[in-house]
Nanobody
Framework: QVQLVESGGGLVQAGGSLRLSCAAS????????MAWFRQPPGKEREFVAS????????DYADSVKGRFTISRDNAKNTLYLQMNSLKPEDTAVYYC????????????????WGQGTQVTVSS
């Protein structure tokens, strides 16, 4: 079992920045591919970004490329998402997730999920 707890969400104006954190506990953090997903109001959960077990490979949704950066600190068992140049369409509940394998873009590949943190971007 892996327990995931997100933090760092909040209300920010368009053009602003936020950094989300996801603290992991339980099994060895570096065993897992990690990702951020988000669920906008009234929409399905969607992929945002992923990082390989030691951070050497990252992937991003087209909608956030160049604005968001995913990173991880395996010594601290923590995943991060730095979000810059935020837009109102980034408003969503953001979730971190852990996977033992499978396509990183596919939410069905992820075995463990956090409870989510709300990000609201005002125009």
């Amino acid at each position: 079992q892996v327990q995931l707890v997100e933090s760092g969400g909040g209300l920010v104006q368009a053009g602003g920045s936020l950094r989300l954190s996801c603290a992991a506990s339980g099994r060895t953090f570096s065993n897992y591919v990690m990702a951020w997903f988000r669920q906008p109001p009234g929409k399905e959960r969607e992929f945002v970004a992923s990082t390989s077990r030691y951070g050497g490979t990252t992937d991003y949704a087209d909608s956030v490329k160049g604005r968001f950066t995913i990173s991880r600190d395996n010594a601290k068992n923590t995943l991060y998402l730095q979000m810059n140049s935020l837009k109102p369409e980034d408003t969503a509940v953001y979730y971190c997730a852990a996977s033992v394998g499978g396509p990183t873009f596919n939410r069905n590949s992820y075995n463990y999920w956090g409870q989510g943190t709300q990000v609201t971007v005002s125009s």
